[in-house]
């Protein structure tokens, strides 16, 4: 009535992870919040060369060679892709530079703390005050205009 089963039941083949050979790369924690580190610091690079667009300083133009140079080291080397500087942008368009320039750091201040890289984390919470102060200036100049 019944045809029997020809191949070898699934149950008696049960992989746990611990058994599971080696067929794809695994990375470390220490290289995953490399990778995320370098991500939050070239959106946050990104970012800036957008700011030194509206309003050049030698702050952020400081602050965008640091951010390279970071991106650079944890990417082993390979200089991160810049973005060409682009037209001017309006101002409530640059308070939401600022906006996510300001939260794009924090998530950078707080990868950095985790896998203990003083330099982004400083670096990091530098630009965050940065961010703020800015963000002060134009709630300021928006009140009162």
């Known amino acids: 009535m019944y ?8 149950r008696g083949s049960v992989h746990t992870m611990a058994d599971t050979p080696a067929d794809f790369p695994h990375r470390s924690r220490e290289e995953e ?7 939050h610091l070239a959106a946050l690079l990104a970012v ?8 050049p300083s030698t702050d ?3 602050a965008a060679a640091r951010l390279a140079q970071q991106v650079s080291r ?3 080397g390979r200089t991160p892709v810049r ?39 400083i670096l990091a919470a530098q630009r965050m005050d940065a961010h ?14």
Not at 93 to 101: G, N, P
Not at 138 to 145: I, K, M, Q, V, Y
């Open 3 to 10: 045809e029997p089963i020809r191949t070898p039941s699934s």
């Open 33 to 39: 919040l490399d990778i995320q580190l370098a991500g």
């Open 48 to 55: 800036t060369d957008e700011l030194r667009t509206v309003s």
């Open 60 to 62: 952020l133009d400081t």
């Open 74 to 76: 944890l990417r082993g």
């Open 83 to 121: 973005s060409p500087l682009a037209a001017d942008l309006a101002k409530p368009r640059l308070t939401a530079a600022h906006e996510r320039a300001h939260a794009l750091a924090g998530r950078a201040l707080l990868v950095a703390a985790s896998r203990a890289d003083t330099s982004a984390a």
């Open 132 to 145: 703020a102060a800015a963000l002060g200036k134009t709630a300021e100049l928006s009140a009162t205009g």
